[in-house]
């Protein structure tokens, strides 16, 4: 079983220690639990939060010896993290072990830890610049979460439940990853290259683009345009985009080839249906086609994602 350790960093707030149990806890592969959570401190026993919360922490950071995931929960932007912990991080990493920030303040601790020197980052757009002044060596993105050889940052807490819900389909397939997105009532998780809404749109709630993006989904194997986008939304192909944005924080062909990826993960978990047909039947086109997009994506190519990943029953499909 997967171990994912989160590390307390006084003072933490009650939302990325709810994050693991809330999304790594209800992951299930058959009957069984996918995850082990593991909360630890450098300090073991009550640990500070913020707005008068208060929690006791029974393991050390010895809890981080085998983990395959380690969580960094607190640390309100500390410019100086205490050094046992930068050591254990740095150790786990070194390990194996991927890094995950949930939050901005996550983000600063590891790289008050040097762990995202020369690396990419994600960051709320209300932090990015305090962030770049002190970490220059540090860049920062606008995407909504990013992966730099097994280090996670995110834009924020909303993101944060996009970042775990990626995680948990590369480890266990869309399918798994998918069971625990309804679990939680919420929505398709937003691709990586997502980016953080910023100013909100007047009058929104009236001009919702939610049928549109049903429409889309019904239509994953056809040529979609932004022309037909804007036609389907009766709008602007300009107001439609800037709208879609506000909504999902991601351009419209950007979601859509994200919905794509996740239908082509699902065809290759339960079908047998050649990769060839499965890119056809996702609207990515070819099987080269699927394959670029499965290794930027995913690292790995369709056929090993199917050997590793598959999370039901083989069926053939005609």
Do not use: K
């Amino acid at each position: 079983m997967h171990r994912l350790a989160v590390v307390a960093v006084p003072p933490v707030t009650s939302f990325e220690l709810s994050i693991p149990d809330i999304v790594f806890g209800q992951a299930r592969v058959g009957a069984a639990a996918a995850y082990e959570v593991v909360c630890c401190a450098a300090d073991p026993g009550p640990v500070d939060g913020i707005g008068g919360l208060g929690l006791t922490v029974d393991r050390g950071l010895d809890a981080l010896a085998g983990a395959g995931t380690v969580l960094v929960a607190g640390g309100v932007d500390l410019a100086s993290p205490e050094p046992r912990v930068a050591a254990a991080l740095t150790a786990a990493h070194a390990a194996g072990a991927r890094l995950v920030a949930p939050s901005c303040a996550g983000a600063f601790l590891l790289a008050g830890c040097g762990l995202l020197t020369s690396r990419r980052v994600a960051i709320g757009p209300q932090l990015a610049d305090r962030f770049r002044r002190r970490h220059p060596d540090v860049t920062v993105t606008d995407a909504l979460f990013v992966d730099d050889a097994g280090v996670y940052t995110c834009a924020g807490h909303a993101a944060a439940i996009d970042l775990c819900l990626h995680l948990v389909g590369r480890d266990h397939g869309a399918a798994v990853a998918g069971a625990v997105a309804r679990g939680l009532a919420v929505a398709a998780p937003r691709p990586a290259s997502a980016t953080p809404p910023t100013e909100p749109v007047a009058g929104l709630a009236a001009t919702s683009l939610a049928r549109t993006r049903e429409w889309m989904l019904t239509r994953l194997g056809e040529p979609v345009q932004l022309t037909d986008l804007a036609r389907h939304a009766n709008t602007s192909v300009r107001t439609l985009t800037r709208r879609f944005r506000a909504e999902t924080g991601s351009s419209p062909l950007r979601w859509l080839l994200a919905r794509r990826l996740d239908e082509a993960r699902r065809l290759l978990e339960c079908t047998d249906l050649p990769v060839e047909a499965v890119a056809r039947r996702a609207g990515l086109g070819t099987a080269d086609s699927l394959r670029a997009h499965f290794h930027r994506e995913l690292g790995r190519t369709p056929s090993s994602y199917r050997a590793g990943y598959r999370t039901a029953p083989a069926t053939t499909t005609s």
